[in-house]
C-alpha cells in the first residue's frame, strides 16, 4: 500500500513548502480535495516543489468544467510532475452542482461515465491529433494542432472516480483506473461493496480487477497518552456526523449495524444543532469507522485493517503542525515497508 497525507487547498504561496515536507515526511503523494479553492492549481505548484512526489485530486467536481477542459489540466501536471499525476473526479450533490455551479445533474451517475470516457479520449486526441468521442452526454470531435497541447512524454494520467453506491463502484470498475472510497467507508463495506462490484466492473470490461486501484480515506485517533486520543476523538466525531448527514451514504451505516444514524443526524441538523449533530455519533460508532492507537502501533492496526483491499491509504488527517507531519510520515513509510514485505 502507497500512503498519501490528505490537504485542502490553501493559498498558493503556501503549497510548496507543504509538498516539500509531505515528502521529507515519508509519505507517497499529497491529495487535494477540492472545496473554496482548486485542487488543481495547488497540484501545479506542488509539481515545482517536491519532483517524484506523487499528487493527486481527491475529488475535483467534474460536471462544471467540460472534459477538454479537465483534460488539458490534467495533461499538463502529468507533464510538470514527471508522470506522477492522478486525475480524481466526482459528482458532488445536486445541491452544490445546481445552485453553486449553475449546471445541470441529471443522472449524474451514467452522466460521469460519459465523462470519464470523453476525458480519455481528449488524452488520446493530444497524442494523435483526432478527437472523436460520441457519447450520451458529451460529443467532442474537433480539434487542430493549436489548441492541442500536444503529446508528452509520460503516459496518460490515470483518472480515478469518488463512488459510494454498487452501481458507481461497478462503472468504476468499468471504465475508471481507481476509485475514491468514502471517509465513512470501513472495512465491512469494502468487503460487501466495493471489492465485488468493482470486480464486477473490471471484469466486464476484460481487464483485471488489480487494475483499478482502491484509495481508502482513514480517520485516525492516534496518541501515547489518554488524553491525546480523547482530543483526537472528538474531532473525528464532527467529522463523521458531517459525511452522516448525506442520505445518500445512510446505508453505510445501517449495514454497519448503526440503523437511523442519518436520520437523527439530519434532525439535528435542521434544527442548527451542530453539537447535537456529533452527539449522535457513539464512541461504537468511532470505533467502527475510524482507527484508534498509539504511534507505535498506528502502522500495524492499519495493515491489518486495510492490508489485500486498499492500493493506497490517504491519512485523512495528518496535517496541522510539523511534527505531527512528521510523525504521520514516519508511519506512512512503515505502512508501505511492512505491506511490501508482506
Known sequence: MHVDA???????????????????????????????????????????????????????????????????AAWELQEASGGQFRLGLGTQVRTHVVRRYGVDFERPGPRLRDYVLAVKACFSAFRSGTLDHRGEFYSLNFITPQWSPGPIGPPDPKVDIAAVNPWMLRMAGEVADGVHVHPIGEPGYLARHVAPNVTEGARKAGRPPADVAIIVPVMTIVGDSDEERANERELVRV???????TPNYAFIWDEAGFEGTTARIREKQKAGDFSGMAAQVSDEHVATFATEATWDTLADKLIDKYGGTATRLVFYNAGGDPERLERYGEVARQVAARSAAS
Open 239 to 245: 467529522s463523521m456526523s458531517f459525511y452522516g448527514s
Open 6 to 72: 490528505m490537504a485542502i487547498p490553501r493559498p498558493l504561496g503556501q503549497v510548496g513548502d507543504l509538498a516539500a515536507r509531505t515528502q521529507a515526511a515519508g509519505f507517497s503523494g499529497l491529495l487535494f480535495t477540492e472545496t473554496g479553492r482548486t485542487a488543481y492549481l495547488n497540484a501545479a505548484v506542488a509539481s515545482q516543489a517536491a519532483p517524484g512526489l506523487q499528487l493527486s485530486t481527491g475529488v475535483a467536481v467534474a460536471f462544471p468544467r467540460s472534459p477538454f477542459v479537465t483534460a488539458a
